[in-house]
């Protein structure tokens, strides 16, 4: 879901506009909610340099905003108006991202907003809850997404659905279920931890340890230390891609050999693959498979296939697909782009996209789950057992 970026780039300041317009032109400033006559604007600040890099997710973006403006748009007001995106990059710096939000709507007004990814898209929600203006998301577990204000809408599987795939997969394999469980010590890690290790217990696992680490940790020698003294056999990670990639390779290079691995957020990046036959083995939780039967899955390979091999990349092109269909459906359902009648609008969704079908419950609306291995750079559904293939071994770090 997520490319890492080895770089560790922290900028402040206002971030270079990405030529990402979809099918329309003209000065941002004077379209939108203030023009009933222009482009409709809807906009996002994500993160397409530093640290994490979801260049998919845009493509689903543009990929969503191109087949509206394919049919002239969307009616409003008995008119068809295009749609103008505007893409900014935040190069994974949350103060850069509250300035690009504040702009997107103060400035180019922005009738919606649509999201990041993990810890930004907690934090971008404040934002707009502030502006009141809809915000829509993907790529945050639906039970991360905390109380606000009504105006973010987050569309994205699971955790619980993920652990309840994962340890049904474990207890195939032959483990002592003494498991280890290392996540970065944020908001999302510590829920993460707590959830999986709850789900884990009532499945008859035992869990020896946890640890949460900062982001950017480098040195793992005592979360290594705590699995290989706990002879936990089942390990469980949920951090930033570079901090997994980092852990991995210590992992190796102290022994440490778990028997059953899952990388959260890390393994789902498509970067994973670099880690070569050290990745091999991993589980990851997918938002979407090929084989699945969903919506759209035909445009997704025939746009997307030759760009994107991996079914995390294009798992990433349809939540970015899935997140601007819905807000694109509430402004053609609300008639208007006015912030307050799209967001009562996204509040009765029944848009069926990318990820399925939506319906919002207290703002969250949960999409399917699958868990895939990856081997030699390519990921493989292996549960549900439809549509998937045999479990293979931990082979990277045994």
């Not at 809809?134 to 577990?141: D, F, K, Q, T, Y």
């Not at 778990?258 to 050290?278: D, E, H, R, V, Y």
């Not at 759209?296 to 970015?320: E, F, P, Q, R």
């Not at 895939?372 to 770090?397: C, D, F, M, R, T």
Request: glycine share 12%; with cysteine.
């Amino acid at each position: 879901m997520i490319r890492p970026n080895r770089r560790r780039t922290y900028a402040l300041g206002a971030a270079a506009l990405l030529a990402a317009t979809a099918g329309c032109a003209g000065n941002a400033s004077s379209s939108g909610s203030k023009n009933d006559e222009g482009p409709i604007v809807i906009g996002t600040s994500i993160q397409l340099s530093g640290t994490t890099v979801l260049s998919q997710v845009r493509d689903g973006y543009l990929l969503a905003v191109q087949q509206v403006n394919a049919k002239g748009g969307l009616e409003v007001g008995g008119k068809k108006r295009k749609v103008e995106l505007k893409v900014l990059d935040n190069r994974s710096d949350t103060n850069t991202m509250v300035q690009q939000v504040r702009s997107l709507v103060l400035t180019d007004h922005a009738v919606g907003l649509l999201g990041s990814c993990c810890q930004q898209n907690i934090d971008m929600q404040g934002q707009a809850d502030a502006l009141k203006v809809p915000l829509v998301m993907g790529a945050l577990p639906v039970e991360l997404l905390p109380k606000g204000k009504g105006y973010t809408w987050d569309s994205f599987q699971s955790l619980g659905d993920g652990s309840k795939g994962f340890y049904q997969t474990a207890a195939k394999a032959k483990t002592n279920k003494k498991t280890l469980i290392v996540t970065n010590n944020d908001g999302q890690g510590k829920s993460t931890s707590q959830l999986w290790a709850n789900t884990g217990k009532k499945a008859g696992f035992t869990i020896t340890a946890t640890k949460a680490v900062p982001t950017g940790t480098t040195d793992f020698s005592d979360v290594i230390k705590a699995g290989k003294s706990s002879d936990a056999q089942v390990l469980i990670a949920s951090m930033t891609p570079s901090d997994c990639f980092a852990m991995w390779k210590q992992m190796k290079a102290l022994a440490y050999k778990p028997k059953m691995a899952i990388g959260l957020q890390c393994a789902q990046t498509p970067g994973w693959g670099s880690l070569g036959k050290l990745g091999n083995g991993t589980l990851v939780q997918l938002n979407w498979s090929d084989t699945a039967g969903l919506p759209y899955t035909d445009l997704i390979k025939k746009k997307y296939g030759k760009k994107y091999t991996n079914l995390t990349d294009l798992g990433s092109v349809a939540i970015g697909l899935h997140e601007a269909t819905i807000l694109m459906d509430a402004i053609k359902d609300a008639g208007s782009t006015d912030a307050a009648a799209v967001n009562k609008a996204l509040a009765k969704s029944t848009t069926v996209s990318a990820l399925g079908s939506v319906k919002f419950v207290d703002n969250k609306s949960t999409t399917p789950t699958f868990i895939g291995q990856w081997e030699n750079g390519v990921i493989k559904q292996i549960w549900p057992a439809k549509g998937g293939s045999p479990l293979a071994s931990l082979s990277g770090l045994n």
